[in-house]
């Protein structure tokens, strides 16, 4: 079997959380991350915490969403769990929604 690296580690260490959050794309994420050979696992917005309290990811990824951040009911992730994860130094990419909903729970304005 051929060994891929990755700047955090090989392909069978290497794990990628797709946290989805809407998108109708998070599907074609996962598999853009297989074709380069990335380990990943698709979640819900609220199963986030018991992935990270069992293993903590090398990298994060937040789709995108039909919803505003600012929606009652919209995917959130509470700010502690994000910020336990940046101190982790765990790679974090946010898409549309995604990099809406760490905008807004870093404190940032979204216009």
Same mark, same amino acid.
């Given at each position: 079997?051929?060994?891929?690296?990755?700047?955090?580690?090989?392909?069978?260490?290497?794990?990628?959380?797709?946290?989805?959050?809407?998108?109708?794309?998070?599907?074609?994420?996962?598999?853009?991350?297989?074709?380069?050979?990335?380990? !990943?696992?698709? $979640? #819900?917005? %609220?199963? @986030?915490?018991?992935? +990270?309290?069992? /293993?903590?990811?090398?990298?994060? &990824?937040?789709?995108?969403?039909?919803?505003?951040?600012?929606?009652?009911? !919209?995917?959130? $992730? #509470?700010? %502690?769990? @994000?910020?336990?994860? +940046?101190?982790? /130094?765990?790679?974090?990419?946010? &898409?549309?929604?995604?990099?809406?909903?760490?905008?807004?729970?870093?404190?940032?304005?979204?216009?």
């Amino acid at each position: 079997m051929e060994t891929h690296r990755f700047l955090w580690g090989e392909r069978n260490d290497a794990q990628v959380l797709i946290v989805d959050c809407g998108s109708k794309s998070t599907p074609l994420i996962a598999q853009i991350l297989r074709e380069i050979g990335l380990c !990943s696992k698709t $979640i #819900q917005t %609220d199963g @986030l915490a018991a992935e +990270v309290s069992t /293993r903590i990811p090398s990298a994060i &990824i937040l789709s995108g969403g039909r919803a505003s951040v600012y929606e009652a009911h !919209s995917p959130q $992730i #509470q700010h %502690d769990l @994000l910020q336990h994860l +940046v101190d982790r /130094r765990v790679l974090i990419i946010g &898409i549309c929604y995604g990099a809406q909903l760490l905008t807004k729970q870093f404190g940032g304005k979204l216009s």
